[in-house]
Protein backbone atom coordinates (compact mmCIF):
# COMPACT_ATOMS: atom_id res chain seq x y z
CA UNK A 1 0.00 0.00 0.00
CA UNK A 2 1.24 3.62 -0.99
CA UNK A 3 0.31 6.52 0.85
CA UNK A 4 0.22 9.33 -1.63
CA UNK A 5 0.69 13.30 -1.23
CA UNK A 6 -1.75 15.59 -3.24
CA UNK A 7 0.69 16.40 -6.12
CA UNK A 8 0.70 12.59 -6.68
CA UNK A 9 4.17 11.81 -5.33
CA UNK A 10 4.54 8.45 -2.70
CA UNK A 11 4.94 9.27 0.70
CA UNK A 12 5.54 6.26 2.33
CA UNK A 13 4.92 2.53 1.18
CA UNK A 14 4.11 -0.42 3.56
CA UNK A 15 1.97 -3.11 4.19
CA UNK A 16 -0.90 -3.56 6.42
CA UNK A 17 -2.28 -6.16 8.52
CA UNK A 18 -4.71 -7.38 11.21
CA UNK A 19 -4.06 -7.67 14.39
CA UNK A 20 -6.60 -9.27 17.25
CA UNK A 21 -7.34 -6.92 20.12
CA UNK A 22 -7.65 -7.74 23.41
CA UNK A 23 -11.28 -7.53 23.93
CA UNK A 24 -12.15 -9.20 20.43
CA UNK A 25 -11.99 -7.83 16.98
CA UNK A 26 -9.44 -6.73 14.65
CA UNK A 27 -7.11 -3.70 14.85
CA UNK A 28 -5.25 -2.45 11.29
CA UNK A 29 -1.36 -1.57 11.59
CA UNK A 30 0.19 -0.04 8.57
CA UNK A 31 4.33 -1.57 8.98
CA UNK A 32 6.13 0.80 6.93
CA UNK A 33 9.47 0.23 4.52
CA UNK A 34 11.77 2.20 6.31
CA UNK A 35 13.38 2.97 3.36
CA UNK A 36 10.47 4.73 1.85
CA UNK A 37 10.00 7.32 3.93
CA UNK A 38 9.73 10.56 1.65
CA UNK A 39 7.40 12.73 4.15
CA UNK A 40 4.94 13.05 6.92
CA UNK A 41 1.74 10.69 6.84
CA UNK A 42 -1.27 12.71 8.32
CA UNK A 43 -3.88 10.24 10.35
CA UNK A 44 -7.03 12.49 9.75
CA UNK A 45 -8.65 11.36 12.98
CA UNK A 46 -8.65 7.71 11.58
CA UNK A 47 -7.12 4.53 12.58
CA UNK A 48 -7.76 3.24 8.93
CA UNK A 49 -4.29 3.58 6.91
CA UNK A 50 -6.55 3.44 3.69
CA UNK A 51 -7.96 6.48 4.66
CA UNK A 52 -4.29 8.43 5.81
CA UNK A 53 -2.83 11.51 3.51
CA UNK A 54 0.64 12.04 3.39
CA UNK A 55 2.73 15.69 2.46
CA UNK A 56 5.24 15.29 0.22
CA UNK A 57 8.89 16.61 1.45
CA UNK A 58 8.53 19.22 -1.10
CA UNK A 59 5.47 20.34 -0.65
CA UNK A 60 6.66 20.62 2.76
CA UNK A 61 9.01 23.48 1.97
CA UNK A 62 6.63 25.41 -0.44
CA UNK A 63 4.58 25.27 2.85
CA UNK A 64 6.83 26.64 4.72
CA UNK A 65 8.53 29.24 2.03
CA UNK A 66 4.52 30.66 1.44
CA UNK A 67 4.03 30.82 5.63
CA UNK A 68 7.49 32.74 6.03
CA UNK A 69 6.48 34.72 3.34
CA UNK A 70 3.09 35.45 4.64
CA UNK A 71 4.62 36.22 7.79
CA UNK A 72 7.17 39.12 6.58
CA UNK A 73 3.92 40.70 5.13
CA UNK A 74 2.30 40.79 8.01
CA UNK A 75 4.67 42.33 10.34
CA UNK A 76 5.47 45.30 6.88
CA UNK A 77 1.91 46.13 7.49
Known amino acids: MEIKCKCGEVVVKGSVRHKDKKKGGQKKIFEI ?19 WSGVCKRCQKENTRNKKVAENIAEKI
Do not use: L, M, Q, T
Open 33 to 51: EVSSINGEIRRNNSSDPEK
